[in-house]
């Protein structure tokens, strides 16, 4: 999903988070310009994507304490709101997505809102919110590790690059570029 072309899931559902810093992080001093500046040029897709995958990991956190019929309601609402916007954005035209990708982000939403609609608070079963949970957080992660891999892509061409463009230096490059981006994502 690309910050210039699609709105947040969690603006779209009017929710907050801080969105991740370029700065987040350890940076050492050889290369750290480098470093920074590829970050800084997909901040604004990172953004989107962190606010995104903290948007579906604060729906999954609601929903996995909610201790009375009430907090479970308000979870149930607040994860509703956030796969309507999902559905909304993956069906926008201007959306650059994959088709498949966008495909398969609606029929996740469909199932979550008609697993949502369908439920009365009081009689949903623990296996139906476990899944609810289980969906969100797999699809959190999933944008973030995708967000990192391009990071890790775009920083490893730009150090090939620099180094002259020379052959044979594919595999240094891509680990080098592994570990600068997990030390400036402080990524496990």
Not at 110 to 122: A, E, M, N, P, W
């Amino acid at each position: 999903m690309n910050g210039n072309s699609a709105k947040s899931f969690m603006s779209a559902s009017s929710t907050s988070a801080s969105s991740m810093s370029a700065s987040s992080g350890p940076i050492g001093a050889k290369g750290a310009g480098r470093e920074v500046a590829a970050i800084q040029n997909a901040d604004s897709d990172l953004s989107v994507l962190d606010q995104d995958a903290r948007a579906l990991a604060e729906a999954a956190d609601m929903l996995s304490s909610a201790e009375t019929p009430e907090q479970l309601g308000e979870a149930l609402a607040h994860n509703l709101g956030v796969w309507v916007a999902i559905k909304s954005i993956v069906g926008a035209d201007r959306n650059p997505l994959p088709m498949e990708i966008r495909k398969n982000f609606d029929q996740l939403a469909v199932f979550v809102i008609r697993t949502t609609l369908g439920s009365d608070v009081g009689e949903i079963k623990v296996s139906t919110i476990e899944t609810l949970i289980r969906i969100n957080l797999h699809i959190a992660e999933g944008l973030v590790r995708s967000q990192r891999n391009r990071l890790v892509r775009d920083l490893a061409y730009q150090i090939w690059d620099g180094q002259g463009r020379p052959s044979g230096q594919e595999t240094q490059n891509w680990l080098q570029a592994e570990r600068e981006v997990d030390a400036l994502m402080a990524f496990p």
